[in-house]
């Protein structure tokens, strides 16, 4: 299929992407990377009277030491970010997970914003963002103000960015020193969304026990699942078998897959639990290694 007819304009800042963005009234939506907007203008399923780009909006690209946080410009190329020494060193679940993200050439193209206001379910980024208790710096004609990522995904597709609204910004709090990043999926080819996934991170403390734990799960509700019960189970606890085996038990609990094409909703849910124990067993022996060394 071939796009619906729309208008083009390229905006000259964030101020004038705001500008017709309410001129617009809802029918208008910003062009970034392009790398998931493009193929839904292709099916139609988006369908706007203008795209407002703000490939000419070059102070949206950066990454920047926030001091208790990474700050990530909207225009950022992912790739910048996966390969960012301030990343890497900060948060090193982020670079870990941007290294799922579809294909490289897709990472040089993508948007950092992009991607997390595309709000999709099975995508890595929201998931970093509702593991890590990020904030989202969004504009409008009201001002500037920050969402936290647990109330940003509202659903597939679907985030609390205002339609007269622009996704300015990410800040993604830093990770302690001695945190190991863990990512696992299933996906039918490399490159694809994943049928599930489970992303986490974890921390022994002096005593031996996990002093801190993130786990967050993708592709099985229509935003990204924070396990929070399995992670407060976790906290306080050494590693084990069993715990690891309790705490999968409980993540998937938490979660409301439903069923496609490409797989029925219990497929992904016992994917789910075999990911979860992946993913929480490989954070949890590194980080006792981590601390024994």
């Not at 392009?34 to 839904?40: D, E, F, I, M, T």
């Not at 109330?151 to 302690?176: I, M, N, Y």
């Not at 407060?232 to 309790?246: D, I, K, N």
């Amino acid at each position: 299929m071939k796009p619906a007819p729309f208008d083009h304009v390229r905006a000259r800042s964030v101020e004038h992407a705001v500008e017709i963005l309410a001129a617009e009234d809802g029918d208008a939506k910003i062009l970034a990377g392009g790398q998931s907007l493009v193929p839904l203008l292709a099916m139609r399923m988006a369908q706007p009277t203008v795209l407002v780009d703000l490939g000419g909006c070059a102070d949206l690209a950066y990454v920047r030491d926030g001091g208790d946080h990474v700050e990530i410009g909207a225009m950022t190329r992912t790739r910048d970010v996966e390969i960012s020494p301030l990343v890497r060193s900060t948060v090193p679940l982020l670079p870990l997970a941007l290294s799922y993200v579809g294909h490289v050439t897709i990472r040089n193209r993508g948007t950092f914003g992009g991607t997390v206001a595309h709000a999709d379910p099975a995508a890595e980024v929201p998931a970093v963002l509702r593991a890590l208790d990020a904030t989202v710096v969004v504009t409008g004609p009201r001002g500037t103000r920050t969402v936290p990522a647990a109330d940003f995904f509202l659903g597939f597709l679907l985030s609390a960015v205002e339609p007269d609204e622009v996704l300015t910004a990410v800040r993604v709090p830093t990770q302690a020193p001695g945190t190991v990043a863990a990512v696992e999926e299933f996906t039918r080819r490399h490159g694809d969304f994943a049928m599930a996934s489970v992303l986490g991170a974890a921390r022994i403390g002096a005593d031996g026990t996990v002093a801190d734990v993130r786990l967050v799960l993708g592709g099985v509700g229509p935003t990204p699942v924070r396990a929070d019960d399995a992670e407060r189970l976790l906290v306080g606890r050494a590693p084990s078998e069993e715990l690891v085996r309790a705490a999968a038990d409980a993540a998937v609990e938490a979660t409301d897959p439903t069923g496609d094409v490409h797989a029925p909703a219990d497929y992904r849910r016992t994917l789910a639990r075999v990911l979860t124990r992946r993913c929480l067993s490989t954070v949890l022996a590194d980080t006792t290694r981590s601390h024994a060394a």
